[in-house]
C-alpha cells in the first residue's frame, strides 16, 4: 500500500515503512497525481481535501493529525466512500498553555489582576474546557458560551453571546469553522459584534482565522474600540493582513496548538486511526521519546510574592509567548516556515516545580494548574 505523508508532521518519519510505501511531501503542495496510486494520506490543515485533489484517485482513509476538519470536504469523502479522522482534542492542553501565557503579558502590561476578572469563552469543547478549568483555578469569573452543547445539556450551564459581550473583561474564541448554518461561526467577529465591544475589552482569537472579518477587526483597532487583542489564527494564511498584524498586542503564526506534547498525540492518534483501518498492528502507538528542554525543575523563591505572582513566573518559565509575536512581525511571510521549524515547547506537566518558603495555598494551586511538585 502506498500512504502521502505531509513532510511537516513530527514523530512520523520511518514509523510506517514497515508496512507501506510512504511518501513524504510538503501539504501545501500535494496534487492529485501524487494521489493517484495512493490509498491514504495523514495531513495537516495546509492540505484541502475536496473533488479537486482527491477525484479519480485510490484513496481510501484520511488522517488529519488537527483538531480541526475544515479542510477536508466531508460531504465528498461520504459520497465517495472515503473514511477520514481528526484528532479531535489533541493539543488543547497546548492552547491552553497559549491562552494563560497571553493573559498574564497582557495582565502585566495592562497592569490588572486575573483574579476577579471575568471571562467568556465562546465555544466549549476540548481546548474552551480546559481553558475554563485553568481560569477558575486563577480566580476569574467564567462564563461560557456553546449553543450546540446548550441545545443538547440545557441552559443552566451557559450564557448567550450577548451576555459574554456585556458582562466580560476577556472574550477567548475557541470555536470550529462552520460556514452556514444554525451555528454559522464564519466572521462572527463582524461590525456589529465589534460596535457591541466596551473600551476595556480584551478580545483573543486561537481557533480559526475566518471567524474574524479581517476589515471589520481592522477598523475597530485603528479606532481603539477595545483595549487590547490577541491573534493566533489569520484570514487568508498565510498571506495575512501586515495592518492587522501591526495593530495586535500579541500576534502569532497558528501555533497555539504547537507544543511537542500536542504535536505528538496528534500524530500518534492519525497512526493508530490508520493502523484500525488497515490493520497494521500500530493501534497503540506512540513516539519513543519527546524531547525535552534542559531546566524542567524550576525553582521559585515564594517571600512576598503572591501565588498569582508565582503562577506567572511558572508559565513565563514554559513559554514565551513574545518570542513567537516578535518572530512573526520580524519576518511575516516567513509564516509558514514559522510553524515547520517552530521551537520546542513542552506543556505544563513536563515541569516540576521546587517552591522556598511557599504559603499553604501554593502548592495545591500549582499542582491544579498542571505542574508537578518537587520535593528534593
Same mark, same amino acid.
Given at each position: 500500500?502506498?500512504?502521502?505523508?505531509?513532510?511537516?508532521?513530527?514523530?512520523?518519519?520511518?514509523?510506517?515503512?514497515?508496512?507501506?510505501?510512504?511518501?513524504?511531501?510538503?501539504?501545501?503542495?500535494?496534487?492529485?497525481?501524487?494521489?493517484?496510486?495512493?490509498?491514504?494520506?495523514?495531513?495537516?490543515?495546509?492540505?484541502?481535501?475536496?473533488?479537486?485533489?482527491?477525484?479519480?484517485?485510490?484513496?481510501? #482513509?484520511?488522517?488529519?493529525?488537527?483538531?480541526?476538519?475544515?479542510?477536508?470536504?466531508?460531504?465528498?469523502?461520504?459520497?465517495?466512500?472515503?473514511?477520514?479522522?481528526?484528532?479531535?482534542?489533541?493539543?488543547?492542553?497546548?492552547?491552553?498553555?497559549?491562552?494563560?501565557?497571553?493573559?498574564?503579558?497582557?495582565?502585566?502590561?495592562?497592569?490588572?489582576?486575573?483574579?476577579?476578572?471575568?471571562?467568556?469563552?465562546?465555544?466549549? /469543547?476540548?481546548? /474552551?474546557?480546559?481553558?475554563? $478549568?485553568?481560569?477558575?483555578?486563577?480566580?476569574?469569573?467564567?462564563?461560557?458560551?456553546?449553543?450546540?452543547?446548550?441545545?443538547?445539556?440545557?441552559?443552566?450551564?451557559?450564557?448567550?453571546?450577548?451576555?459574554?459581550?456585556?458582562?466580560?473583561?476577556?472574550?477567548?474564541?475557541?470555536?470550529?469553522?462552520?460556514?452556514?448554518?444554525?451555528?454559522?461561526?464564519?466572521?462572527?467577529?463582524?461590525?456589529?459584534?465589534? $460596535?457591541?465591544?466596551?473600551?476595556?475589552?480584551?478580545?483573543?482569537?486561537?481557533?480559526?482565522?475566518?471567524?474574524?472579518?479581517?476589515?471589520?477587526?481592522?477598523?475597530?483597532?485603528?479606532?481603539?474600540? #477595545?483595549?487590547?487583542?490577541?491573534?493566533?489564527?489569520?484570514?487568508?494564511?498565510?498571506?495575512?493582513?501586515?495592518?492587522?498584524?501591526?495593530?495586535?498586542?500579541?500576534?502569532?503564526?497558528?501555533?497555539?496548538?504547537?507544543?511537542?506534547?500536542?504535536?505528538?498525540?496528534?500524530? $500518534?492518534?492519525?497512526?493508530?486511526?490508520?493502523?484500525?483501518?488497515?490493520?497494521?498492528?500500530?493501534?497503540?502507538? #506512540?513516539?519513543?521519546?519527546?524531547?525535552?528542554?534542559?531546566?524542567?525543575?524550576?525553582?521559585?523563591?515564594?517571600?512576598?510574592?503572591?501565588?498569582?505572582?508565582?503562577? /506567572?513566573?511558572?508559565?513565563?518559565?514554559?513559554?514565551?509567548?513574545?518570542?513567537?509575536?516578535?518572530?512573526?512581525?520580524?519576518?511575516?511571510?516567513?509564516?509558514?516556515?514559522?510553524?515547520?521549524?517552530?521551537?520546542?515547547?513542552?506543556?505544563?506537566?513536563?515541569?516540576?516545580?521546587?517552591?522556598?518558603?511557599?504559603?499553604?495555598?501554593?502548592?495545591?494551586?500549582?499542582?491544579?494548574?498542571?505542574?508537578?511538585?518537587?520535593?528534593?
Amino acid at each position: 500500500m502506498k500512504i502521502v505523508i505531509d513532510k511537516d508532521i513530527p514523530f512520523i518519519h520511518r514509523v510506517l515503512e514497515r508496512d507501506a510505501d510512504v511518501v513524504y511531501l510538503p501539504g501545501r503542495d500535494i496534487s492529485r497525481g501524487d494521489l493517484a496510486d495512493a490509498d491514504a494520506m495523514i495531513i495537516r490543515t495546509r492540505t484541502r481535501c475536496d473533488a479537486t485533489l482527491l477525484k479519480g484517485t485510490k484513496v481510501k #482513509f484520511i488522517a488529519s493529525a488537527t483538531i480541526g476538519f475544515d479542510h477536508i470536504d466531508t460531504a465528498f469523502c461520504r459520497e465517495n466512500n472515503i473514511q477520514w479522522t481528526n484528532a479531535e482534542g489533541c493539543n488543547s492542553s497546548s492552547v491552553q498553555q497559549y491562552i494563560t501565557a497571553a493573559l498574564f503579558h497582557l495582565a502585566k502590561k495592562l497592569q490588572f489582576r486575573l483574579a476577579g476578572k471575568t471571562i467568556g469563552i465562546v465555544g466549549v /469543547g476540548n481546548v /474552551g474546557s480546559k481553558v475554563a $478549568a485553568v481560569c477558575s483555578t486563577l480566580g476569574m469569573r467564567v462564563l461560557l458560551n456553546d449553543p450546540p452543547r446548550e441545545r443538547l445539556e440545557g441552559s443552566g450551564t451557559f450564557v448567550s453571546l450577548n451576555t459574554i459581550v456585556r458582562e466580560s473583561d476577556i472574550i477567548t474564541f475557541h470555536v470550529p469553522l462552520n460556514r452556514e448554518g444554525v451555528d454559522k461561526t464564519f466572521h462572527m467577529i463582524d461590525d456589529k459584534f465589534l $460596535a457591541s465591544l466596551k473600551k476595556h475589552q480584551i478580545l483573543i482569537n486561537s481557533s480559526r482565522g475566518e471567524i474574524a472579518d479581517t476589515r471589520a477587526l481592522r477598523m475597530a483597532l485603528k479606532a481603539k474600540t #477595545f483595549v487590547a487583542s490577541v491573534l493566533d489564527v489569520w484570514e487568508n494564511e498565510p498571506d495575512i493582513d501586515l495592518d492587522l498584524l501591526g495593530l495586535v498586542d500579541i500576534g502569532t503564526p497558528h501555533i497555539a496548538g504547537y507544543s511537542a506534547d500536542g504535536k505528538a498525540n496528534g500524530t $500518534a492518534m492519525s497512526v493508530r486511526a490508520i493502523s484500525k483501518f488497515f490493520g497494521l498492528g500500530l493501534d497503540d502507538w #506512540f513516539p519513543e521519546e519527546i524531547p525535552s528542554p534542559q531546566d524542567t525543575v524550576i525553582t521559585v523563591d515564594c517571600r512576598d510574592l503572591e501565588s498569582e505572582t508565582v503562577v /506567572g513566573m511558572l508559565v513565563r518559565h514554559t513559554y514565551d509567548i513574545m518570542g513567537d509575536d516578535r518572530r512573526l512581525r520580524n519576518s511575516p511571510r516567513t509564516f509558514e516556515k514559522q510553524r515547520a521549524d517552530y521551537p520546542l515547547r513542552r506543556e505544563f506537566p513536563t515541569y516540576a516545580v521546587r517552591l522556598l518558603q511557599p504559603k499553604n495555598n501554593f502548592g495545591s494551586l500549582i499542582k491544579k494548574i498542571g505542574f508537578k511538585i518537587s520535593f528534593s
